[in-house]
């Protein structure tokens, strides 16, 4: 097994739940999945790009790989390897064990009075799939094939990677958004940001050049942390005018799961503040704010 066992159970008691024979890939029920069951609100890649929260399937299929250790990480990154090892599990034995799994986390809610029934038992059907749980997918060696196999299924599938594989990126099955984290404005701020354990600025430079051979919607994402990559919004600007996706979010770290035990509560950005950085990369790049959600303290930019 890649994941000792006593971190399984850890992680289990957490929420997650690991599927495969071989116990490298995991679900985790999203909060906006369970508040939009309720009728608490919805995340903000319903509001800015339209799917439904309520069946939002979100999973790893790389749990504990990845090159990085971002502080402002919420994942568990102490069980973190930056190669893969081990062997590994089919597509179709991952997304059949994270649906089974995620309809028996959901399960409570039919009982639940404030549940709406036939969000229930639509979310009990995802269609969408957000493969950015925890570790880096891009380790897994048949990512491109598990993406296939969640479009023949009729998914759409949101890629969240931070770019340090970029030779799997180019030949990638296309998603149907492809986000690429952007940690930093320069290499010295990354390193202090991303704590890698392997040096990849240079590989994350490279699969951003790589966003203009894709044809479905491409996105830089910041997540920024005060006294750390709040910092320099010209030179964040660029690097998205140089690279140009569809889309950048940028986004306030927010200080939940084990982001806690490395950064004080006191360095997430307000919105305000998000929104006046996002207005200064803006000036610098030409690329204007489209929408907004301020209880996930993030602006979403385009051209």
Request: charged content about 30%; overall charge positive.
């Amino acid at each position: 097994m890649i994941i000792p066992e006593k971190d399984i159970q850890r992680l289990e008691s957490m929420g997650y739940r690991f599927v495969g024979k071989h116990k490298h890939s995991a679900v985790k029920t999203c909060s906006w999945t369970r508040k939009a069951i309720v009728g608490e609100g919805f995340c903000y890649k319903q509001k800015f790009y339209g799917i439904s929260t309520h069946r939002c399937l979100q999973m790893s299929p790389a749990i504990p790989f990845c090159k990085h250790r971002c502080k402002f990480c919420w994942r568990d990154t102490s069980i973190t390897h930056a190669e893969w090892k081990g062997p590994v599990d089919e597509p179709v034995d991952i997304i059949d064990g994270c649906i089974e799994a995620q309809r028996k986390l959901l399960t409570g809610f039919k009982g639940n009075k404030k549940a709406d029934e036939k969000l229930v038992e639509e979310a009990m059907n995802p269609n969408q799939v957000a493969i950015s749980l925890a570790g880096e997918p891009t380790e897994y060696p048949m990512l491109s094939e598990l993406i296939k196999a969640f479009k023949e299924r009729k998914f759409t599938v949101f890629l969240v990677t931070n770019g340090t594989n970029p030779e799997v990126i180019e030949k990638l099955e296309e998603p149907t958004n492809l986000y690429v984290t952007l940690p930093a404005p320069n290499e010295e701020i990354y390193k202090k940001t991303c704590v890698p354990i392997k040096n990849s600025w240079d590989k994350i430079m490279k699969s951003l050049s790589l966003l203009k051979n894709f044809s479905c919607r491409t996105v830089v994402r910041l997540t920024l942390v005060k006294g750390l990559n709040f910092v320099k919004p010209e030179l964040y600007a660029k690097l998205v005018e140089k690279y140009e996706p569809d889309f950048l979010e940028v986004k306030g770290f927010m200080s939940v799961g084990y982001s806690r035990q490395r950064l004080p509560y006191e360095d997430m950005p307000l919105h305000p503040e998000i929104q006046e950085f996002a207005g200064k990369i803006g000036k610098n790049c030409g690329y204007k704010i489209a929408d907004e959600s301020k209880w996930s303290r993030i602006v979403l930019m385009k051209k």
